[in-house]
């Protein structure tokens, strides 16, 4: 897992560790050193921690004029335990919510496993928004499938159309507008 680094190219337009606005406005990163784990496995220092000692996250862009952030997770998404969603609503939703931001994209290529529970964290999130959205792309197709089974996928979208396996090849900017125009849609229909 060491391996697996968060998507660097969009570091040109956004560093989460130099927005003031960020929750790790701050930060300083030792690239020598890996010290964070995932039951057991070192993963890379430029991953940020939630709070959860199984699912880390990288906020690769924010722009507080559009209202939109997108984040990258790695490890295990866990809400039956560790309770992840809260932690993940208390320590990183809600400050960019009071910052403005209304509308979310999840990528999810790293995250290996989902354990639910109820979804309270994830309605009270999708009430946040206000006029805005939660979407999820390139999660593995057993993630989904277990959203569906805890009722996950009444708060966020996802699926088809989202699924944009070349994301790395936008700027920030492009992937928004795609997936604005693809939520847009569902949501006229």
């Given amino acids: 897992m060491h391996t697996i680094i968060p998507f660097e190219r969009w570091l040109e337009y956004y560093d ?3 927005d003031r606005k960020s929750p790790f406005f701050g930060k300083e990163y030792n690239f020598d050193v890996y010290s964070d784990t995932i039951y057991g496995y070192y993963i890379d220092p430029a991953w940020d921690c939630i709070g959860s000692p199984t699912l880390y996250i990288k906020i690769l862009y924010a722009d507080y004029k559009q209202k939109f952030a997108i ?3 790695i ?3 866990n809400d039956a335990i560790e309770n992840d969603i809260m932690t993940l609503k208390t ?3 809600n400050p960019l919510l009071k910052k403005g ?3 979310f994209i999840l990528i999810g290529e790293n995250v290996l496993n989902f354990h639910g529970s109820d979804d309270c964290y994830y309605e009270e999130w ?3 928004v206000e006029d805005g959205w939660i979407a999820a792309i390139n999660f593995r197709n057993f993630i989904y499938e277990e959203w569906q089974k805890y009722r996950i996928d009444w708060y966020i979208n996802f699926g088809g159309n989202l699924e944009i396996p070349d994301w790395r090849t936008y700027t920030p900017q492009q ?3 795609k997936i604005n ?3 847009s849609y569902r949501l006229s229909m």
Avoid: H, R, S, V
């Fill in 126 to 128: 999708l009430e946040d």
């Fill in 75 to 77: 490890g295990e998404w």
């Fill in 181 to 183: 125009q693809i939520i």
């Fill in 101 to 103: 931001i209304q509308k």
């Fill in 16 to 18: 989460p560790a130099t």
């Fill in 175 to 177: 992937l928004y507008e």
């Fill in 71 to 73: 984040f990258e997770f």
């Fill in 91 to 93: 320590n990183i939703i």
